[in-house]
């Protein structure tokens, strides 16, 4: 029982946080910042893969045995992305160019906690059989 209440407590933590990104993903697409201010497309598309992630996993809170494929999703979805943003983190510094890694260690973190409180399978039953 302790395991779920921490899983459902994952869940709804790093499903606020991924919604909360609807805020910055706005601040984009207004009067089109993106293009004009940033010069980089990318971000507002990013953003838009994890503010619906975020939706899901505050739904999975409530019964996260019932919804394990979607946990697992989002979790390894994290994963490669943060491993995806290592590699062009080290290429930057390879080129001069400065970037943080404290957004790819956030991102692998998420991951890895939610691969941690991830549910076991549930066993199935076959019909008849009590």
């Known amino acids: 029982m302790k395991r779920e209440r921490l899983t459902q407590v994952v869940l709804v933590i790093v499903g606020l946080f991924n919604l ?3 805020y910055f993903l706005y601040m984009d697409l207004w009067h089109s910042r993106w293009l004009l201010e ?12 994890f ?23 989002v979790a390894w ?30 991102v692998l973190l998420i991951g890895v906690v939610l691969l941690a409180v991830l549910p076991a399978k549930r066993k199935e039953v ?3 059989v009590a």
Request: hydrophobic share 55%; charged share 15%; no cysteine.
């Open 20 to 22: 909360a990104l609807i």
């Open 38 to 49: 940033k010069k980089n497309e990318v971000e507002p598309m990013f953003l838009s893969f």
């Open 51 to 73: 503010i619906p992630a975020g939706v899901f996993l505050l739904m999975a809170a409530r019964r996260p045995s019932e919804h394990r494929s979607m946990i697992a999703l």
């Open 77 to 106: 979805w994290n994963i490669f992305h943060g491993a995806v943003m290592a590699i062009q983190t080290v290429e930057a510094w390879i080129y001069g160019v400065h970037r943080n890694f404290t957004d790819v260690i956030v």
């Open 126 to 128: 076959a019909p008849g």
